[in-house]
């Protein structure tokens, strides 16, 4: 069974910078590719990033392309996402999930972590 915990959010102005952490409850954790979605206010959860097992293969939506950089530490069974640049547009809760193969929908999700960012 996996069990994800995010940490890190908080409420930055415009132009800042964030690092999100996810740390995980699991077995082979670097069998697992890593994610984070995020939900805005009335609107659907959507991909933000993902990063395979072995941290060689990394993905990102166009919007948070060259400001955001997901990372993972096996050692620590943790993912990180660092945000840089940030924008209001990138309010919401952000969530971690977890799957062996890249299906999100049947894989592990945390409680997710608020991030507010002003104008």
């Known amino acids: 069974q996996v069990r994800l915990y995010e940490s890190g959010g908080g409420t930055v102005q415009a132009g800042g910078s964030l690092r999100l952490s996810c740390a995980a409850s699991?077995?082979?954790?670097?069998?697992?590719?890593m994610a984070w979605f995020r939900q805005a206010p009335g609107k659907e959860r959507l991909f933000v990033a993902s990063?395979?097992?072995?941290?060689?293969?990394?993905d990102y939506t166009d919007s948070v392309r060259g400001r955001f950089t997901i990372s993972r530490n096996n050692g620590k069974n943790e993912v990180y996402l660092q945000m840089f640049s940030l924008k209001p547009e990138d309010t919401a809760i952000y969530y971690c999930?977890?799957?062996?193969?890249?299906?999100?929908?049947?894989?592990?999700w945390g409680q997710g972590t608020q991030v507010i960012v002003s104008s």
């Open positions: 999930a977890a799957s062996p193969t890249y299906t999100w929908s049947t894989g592990a």
């Open positions: 699991v077995r082979a954790f670097s069998s697992h590719a």
């Open positions: 990063i395979s097992g072995n941290s060689v293969s990394t």
